[in-house]
């Protein structure tokens, strides 16, 4: 069964400190993979995307993902968090660039002053 | 380019009354699609649409869900005899054709007394 798995349902972390938020899939091919933020409100953007090639992708606001296949996990980093990084954050994946995404349920960012 | 729009923003009805939401698509996005968001949890597809086609319906769209897209451009999702497990946020999103990004709408957030 295809399935995406945020084990971290709420993090806490001080501005300025470094962020890594878990994400793991199951899927039977070759996954696409996403990184999605959503901001209360707001709809649901994009951060970043990976489908083939380099395995550490860059993304919008200094965002980073890097795909380890063999672990099945596609884990967000950045370097740097800053007060208005506090969202919702979704890692989905999909069969192809354009078809249907599947999410994981999300990662709540707080992020302490 | 305005982004996707949906229309309403809320929508509180009594369980058993009949619903419709509409979606309209970033010009020249010939993919649309719909997804379901539950309190703390991740967006769950329920369909989509290649122009005026419906592709693909999840089986969690149960047949009280029906979604239209006549001319290919907007999009209705219509929820017959609501009940209050309906109550959820109610997302759209457009791609354009082999571009690899779906474009989210803000919601619609539907509240069944």
């Known amino acids: 069964a295809q399935s995406v798995t945020q084990p971290d349902i709420h993090i806490t972390v001080s501005e300025g400190a470094s962020l890594e938020l878990r994400c793991n899939y199951s899927?039977?091919?070759?996954?696409?993979l996403f990184w999605y933020v959503q901001s209360p409100g707001q709809g649901l953007q994009l951060l970043l995307k990976?489908?083939?090639?380099?395995?550490l992708v860059q993304g919008i606001k200094g965002f980073e993902a890097e795909f380890k296949r063999s672990q099945s996990s596609f884990n967000l980093r950045k370097p740097s968090v800053h007060w208005s990084d506090a969202a919702e954050y979704f890692c989905?994946?999909?069969?192809?660039?354009?078809?249907?995404?599947?999410f994981g349920q999300g990662t709540t960012l707080q992020v302490k002053p | 380019d305005t982004g996707v729009s949906q229309d309403p923003r809320h929508k509180i009805t009594k369980r058993g009354q009949n619903v419709t939401f509409r979606c309209d698509p970033i010009?020249?996005?010939?993919?649309l699609y719909w997804y379901r968001q539950t309190l703390g949890q991740g967006p769950e597809f329920l369909t989509y649409?290649?122009?005026?086609?419906?592709?693909?319906k999840s089986r969690l769209l149960s047949d009280r869900f029906s979604a239209e897209r006549p001319k290919g451009s907007f999009s209705t999702l219509e929820i017959q005899r609501t009940e209050q497990g309906d109550s959820a946020m109610y997302l759209c999103?457009?791609?354009?054709?082999?571009?690899?990004?779906?474009?989210f709408g803000p919601g619609t957030r539907l509240t069944v007394l």
């Open positions: 999103a457009s791609s354009q054709p082999l571009v690899d990004e779906q474009f």
């Open positions: 899927y039977g091919a070759t996954p696409y």
């Open positions: 990976y489908f083939s090639g380099d395995t």
């Open positions: 989905a994946v999909g069969a192809s660039s354009a078809g249907k995404l599947i």
């Open positions: 010009s020249e996005h010939n993919r």
């Open positions: 649409f290649q122009n005026e086609a419906q592709l693909e």
